[in-house]
């Protein structure tokens, strides 16, 4: 099973800063099945980015993917204050299993 | 629009057997590459997933899940089911259904349900 490793658990910045969230799987991975999901307290995930790079209907730009083989990243610029939320990653790989990982909480410094 | 609505008991005693609806409104399961998926969510933990089925009937579950675990569908009616045997007080948690748009998304879950709540307890 490939885990997923999400640093950092949480990161404190303000609104206006940029945010960098990674996601390093356990073995390398091609690109097309990783992608990114925020989630709001009481809330349900909401798809943000897939396939690494591409942004889901409705995601703003400020939101982008990137990465590859172990190492994922979400980028966030310009942080608004609807923008501090758990964000997650997740794999679709082999065997047909999905895996998430554990999480990122971006909050209000 | 694309809606999913889940549904349940909100409480279930050890052991039993819970069944979990998913209505969905928007999108046909009938259509090729969509899928209905089943994820859970403990109190203040992590996502994890739980089952999949596909447009042409294929099933796809957890593998440390697998034994306690039915998903099905019924097409006319726009609903899939999940099953989950032998409930456990470690099986307390938000259940979430999402629509999975092979082609358009990759696999991701481009559309989820607001969740239910099942607690497990005697």
């Known amino acids: 099973e490939i885990v997923l490793t999400q640093s950092p658990g949480t990161l404190s910045l303000s609104p206006g800063d940029s945010a960098t969230l990674s996601c390093n799987p356990s073995?390398?991975?091609?690109?097309?099945?990783l992608a990114w999901y925020q989630q709001k307290p009481g809330q349900a995930p909401r798809l943000l980015i897939y396939?690494?790079?591409n942004r889901a209907a409705g995601t703003p730009d400020r939101f982008s993917g990137s990465g590859s083989g172990t190492r994922f990243t979400l980028t966030i610029r310009r942080l608004e204050p609807e923008d501090f939320a758990v964000y997650y990653c997740?794999?679709?790989?082999?065997?047909?299993?999905?895996?998430f990982g554990q999480g990122t909480k971006l909050a209000i410094k | 629009q694309v809606t999913l609505r889940e549904s349940g008991p909100a409480l279930v005693k050890p052991t039993q057997t819970l069944t979990l609806t998913c209505t969905f409104s928007?999108?046909?399961?009938?259509?090729?590459?969509?899928?209905v998926t089943w994820i859970r969510q403990p109190p203040g933990g992590a996502l994890e997933w739980l089952a999949r089925?596909?447009?042409?009937?294929?099933?796809y579950y957890r593998t440390s899940l697998k034994t306690r675990l039915t998903i099905s569908k019924d097409t006319s009616n726009n609903l899939v089911v999940l099953t989950m045997t032998n409930m456990d007080p470690a099986d307390t948690a938000t259940y979430y259904c999402?629509?999975?748009?092979?082609?358009?998304?990759?696999?991701?879950?481009?559309?989820w349900g607001q969740g239910t709540m099942v607690t497990v307890s005697s």
């Open positions: 999402a629509r999975i748009s092979t082609t358009t998304t990759h696999d991701a879950f481009d559309v």
């Open positions: 073995q390398s991975v091609g690109t097309n099945y």
């Open positions: 089925i596909d447009w042409d009937d294929d099933k």
């Open positions: 997740q794999l679709y790989g082999s065997a047909f299993q999905y895996n």
């Open positions: 928007g999108f046909s399961l009938k259509r090729s590459g969509m899928s």
């Open positions: 396939a690494t790079s």
